[in-house]
């Protein structure tokens, strides 16, 4: 059954990003084809000409699969993954690559057993933070849970938990405005 997390993760690459895993899990090689969606996910951030490729609908199915596997070769981007993404250019699915990778993610981690909790914080996390963050929130989730954490200095202090649908939010701004609105009620 195909998981999406978000929604900015559309059908098409859901079932995709399913297909991989199964055949990933079939042919024992979940582990590296991980490590090749993230060296594949480097390439797309490092290179404006790729992104090109994946995004645009101007290049003919030809020249999309032949980029894509000299791309692949030149990475050393083969197997399971490799024959991936000669598939997706050969029907025209590259525009859907990130949502495919995201899918992917979401769906070896529930198979892991393990949650993605969205974290901002006013402030860079310690890793001692981090990890008790972790633990508390495997309490919550009753799951291994992996943090995404990114630092958002309008929140003044305190944190955004997101771990699928529910959200926790102990920010300052967000007490504050709360006292605020309270505030005006009163007056």
């Known amino acids: 059954m195909p998981v999406a997390t978000s929604t900015r993760i559309s059908g098409v690459a859901s079932r995709y990003a399913q297909s991989l895993f199964d055949i990933a899990l079939e042919a024992k090689s979940l582990d590296k084809v991980e490590q090749q969606l993230g060296e594949f996910e480097t390439l797309i951030a490092d290179s404006e000409d790729l992104?090109?490729?994946?995004e645009s609908p101007v290049f003919s199915t030809d020249e999309q699969l032949k980029a894509i596997?000299?791309?692949?070769?030149?990475?050393?981007?083969?197997?399971?993954?490799?024959n991936f993404l000669k598939v997706v250019a050969s029907n025209r699915r590259l525009f859907a690559l990130p949502g495919m990778i995201?899918?992917?993610?979401?769906?070896?981690?529930?198979?892991?057993?393990?949650?993605?909790a969205q974290v901002a914080s006013a402030f860079e996390l310690t890793a001692d933070q981090e990890k008790e963050l972790k633990a508390t929130l495997k309490d919550v989730a009753g799951k291994d849970v992996e943090v995404d954490v990114t630092v958002d200095p309008s929140l003044l202090g305190g944190l955004i938990v997101k771990i699928?649908?529910?959200?926790?939010?102990?920010?300052?701004r967000t007490k504050l405005q709360s006292m605020k609105l309270a505030l005006k009620e009163v007056g």
Do not use: M
């Open 51 to 54: 992104r090109r490729l994946i």
């Open 102 to 116: 995201e899918a992917f993610r979401a769906i070896a981690d529930e198979h892991r057993g393990v949650v993605t």
């Open 69 to 82: 596997s000299a791309i692949a070769d030149k990475a050393g981007l083969d197997g399971v993954f490799g």
């Open 164 to 172: 699928g649908s529910r959200q926790i939010d102990t920010s300052l």
